[in-house]
């Protein structure tokens, strides 16, 4: 049996901006997030390969502790390079599978960051290697062509970052919208969505239209991926999971100021509420008012950060991942469904800790 305890007693980044009076005032609370993954018929060698939360997310989210159980296997926790991509990598190489449990214990309090406060004289300030990395870009997310192009038309007569990430923001909760048929949480084939005109998907799609057009004007951006882990305390029924949340997945998007750190959004969320909320609603109705208002600068957290990365490659493995937020295995030649976890029989369960 491989089992092993990490504990990470997390020291809190200052926070970039001003914080919320409640978030300052503490606000934190704890959950177990546990992953258990049972592969359904193995066929030979099977290999398995967990998202492990973020350990320290800026003041918002920090990892007390993680815990697995894989009888009988090779176990790593791997640090990805690039993207604060951690996971866990488990192996059978003779075929002899057994359950796997991933269990963390993490920690998380609300972002609620006033655009117009004045930074703090102890943020944390990020490198000019980390900004130009997230100014790349990837194999989904270009930066040049309809993408520039869309990007320059939205920011024209919009003066700094935080004036033109606002233009996209609207602009991206203006013109698309939440398709129910998108398998998952989407992939984020930018180009594509803009060169079909076709605007609609999920989480993946819509935030990551959000990072590829704010890097495109010159300005730092990522997705964070991660997944659901608590009821929304916000009055959004359609905004949040407890138990079983297996299938609840969700990425966001942040954008960075030079003097302010990095700023929450969640355009995809807005038009998750126009879709889903009390069974559909117009965008000029109180909720969705109050979410388009509330989602450039806050995060509920009631969901739990991953990572941040694109293009991930997997140990092992030939071809990049678009991103990482589901669990992924493979036994034999045969790729696991990480869309299916039915069949792939994953469970992910969150439970609050009081």
């Given at each position: 049996m491989k089992r092993r305890n990490f504990l990470a007693c997390a020291t809190l980044a200052p926070a970039a901006l001003a914080i919320h009076p409640a978030c300052a005032a503490g606000g934190w609370r704890s959950f177990d997030v546990v992953t258990r993954v049972d592969v359904a018929d193995p066929a030979g060698p099977t290999r398995l390969w967990l998202p492990v939360p973020l350990r320290e997310a800026g003041d918002y989210q920090r990892v007390l502790a993680t815990q697995w159980?894989?009888?009988?296997a090779q176990v790593r926790l791997i640090d990805v390079p690039g993207d604060d991509v951690r996971l866990l990598a488990v192996e059978w190489p003779r075929g002899d599978v057994g359950p796997v449990t991933l269990t963390t214990r993490v920690q998380t309090r609300d972002r609620d960051i006033t655009r117009a406060a004045r930074p703090t004289a102890h943020r944390r300030v990020e490198s000019h290697q980390a900004l130009q990395h997230y100014l790349r870009p990837t194999r989904l997310l270009p930066t040049g062509g309809i993408v520039a192009d869309t990007a320059r038309r939205i920011t024209t007569g919009h003066d700094g970052d935080v004036d033109k990430a606002r233009a996209i923001y609207e602009w991206v909760v203006e013109n698309t919208n939440r398709d129910a048929s998108v398998a998952g949480c989407g992939v984020g084939d930018v180009a594509s969505m803009l060169e079909s005109g076709h605007l609609g998907g999920k989480c993946a799609d819509i935030n990551a239209l959000f990072v590829a057009l704010a890097r495109a004007s010159g300005i730092p951006a990522r997705d964070a991926y991660g997944v659901r882990i608590a009821a929304s305390r916000l009055g959004y029924h359609c905004l949040g999971r407890a138990g079983d949340v297996s299938k609840s997945q969700h990425c966001r998007a942040e954008f960075h100021v030079e003097d302010r750190g990095w700023i929450p959004v969640d355009p995809a969320d807005v038009r998750k509420v126009v879709l889903e909320e009390d069974g559909g609603s117009a965008m000029d109705s109180p909720k969705v008012r109050a979410a388009r208002a509330s989602m450039?600068?806050?995060?509920?957290?009631?969901?739990?950060?991953?990572?941040?990365?694109?293009?991930?490659?997997?140990?092992?493995?030939?071809r990049p991942l678009p991103f990482l937020m589901y669990p992924q295995g493979r036994t034999g030649q045969r790729r696991l469904d990480s869309l299916a976890p039915a069949s792939f029989t994953y469970h992910i369960t969150s439970t609050e800790v009081t």
């Open positions: 159980d894989a009888p009988g450039f600068g806050t995060w509920e957290m009631n969901w739990i950060v991953y990572n941040h990365g694109h293009d991930v490659m997997l140990p092992g493995e030939e």
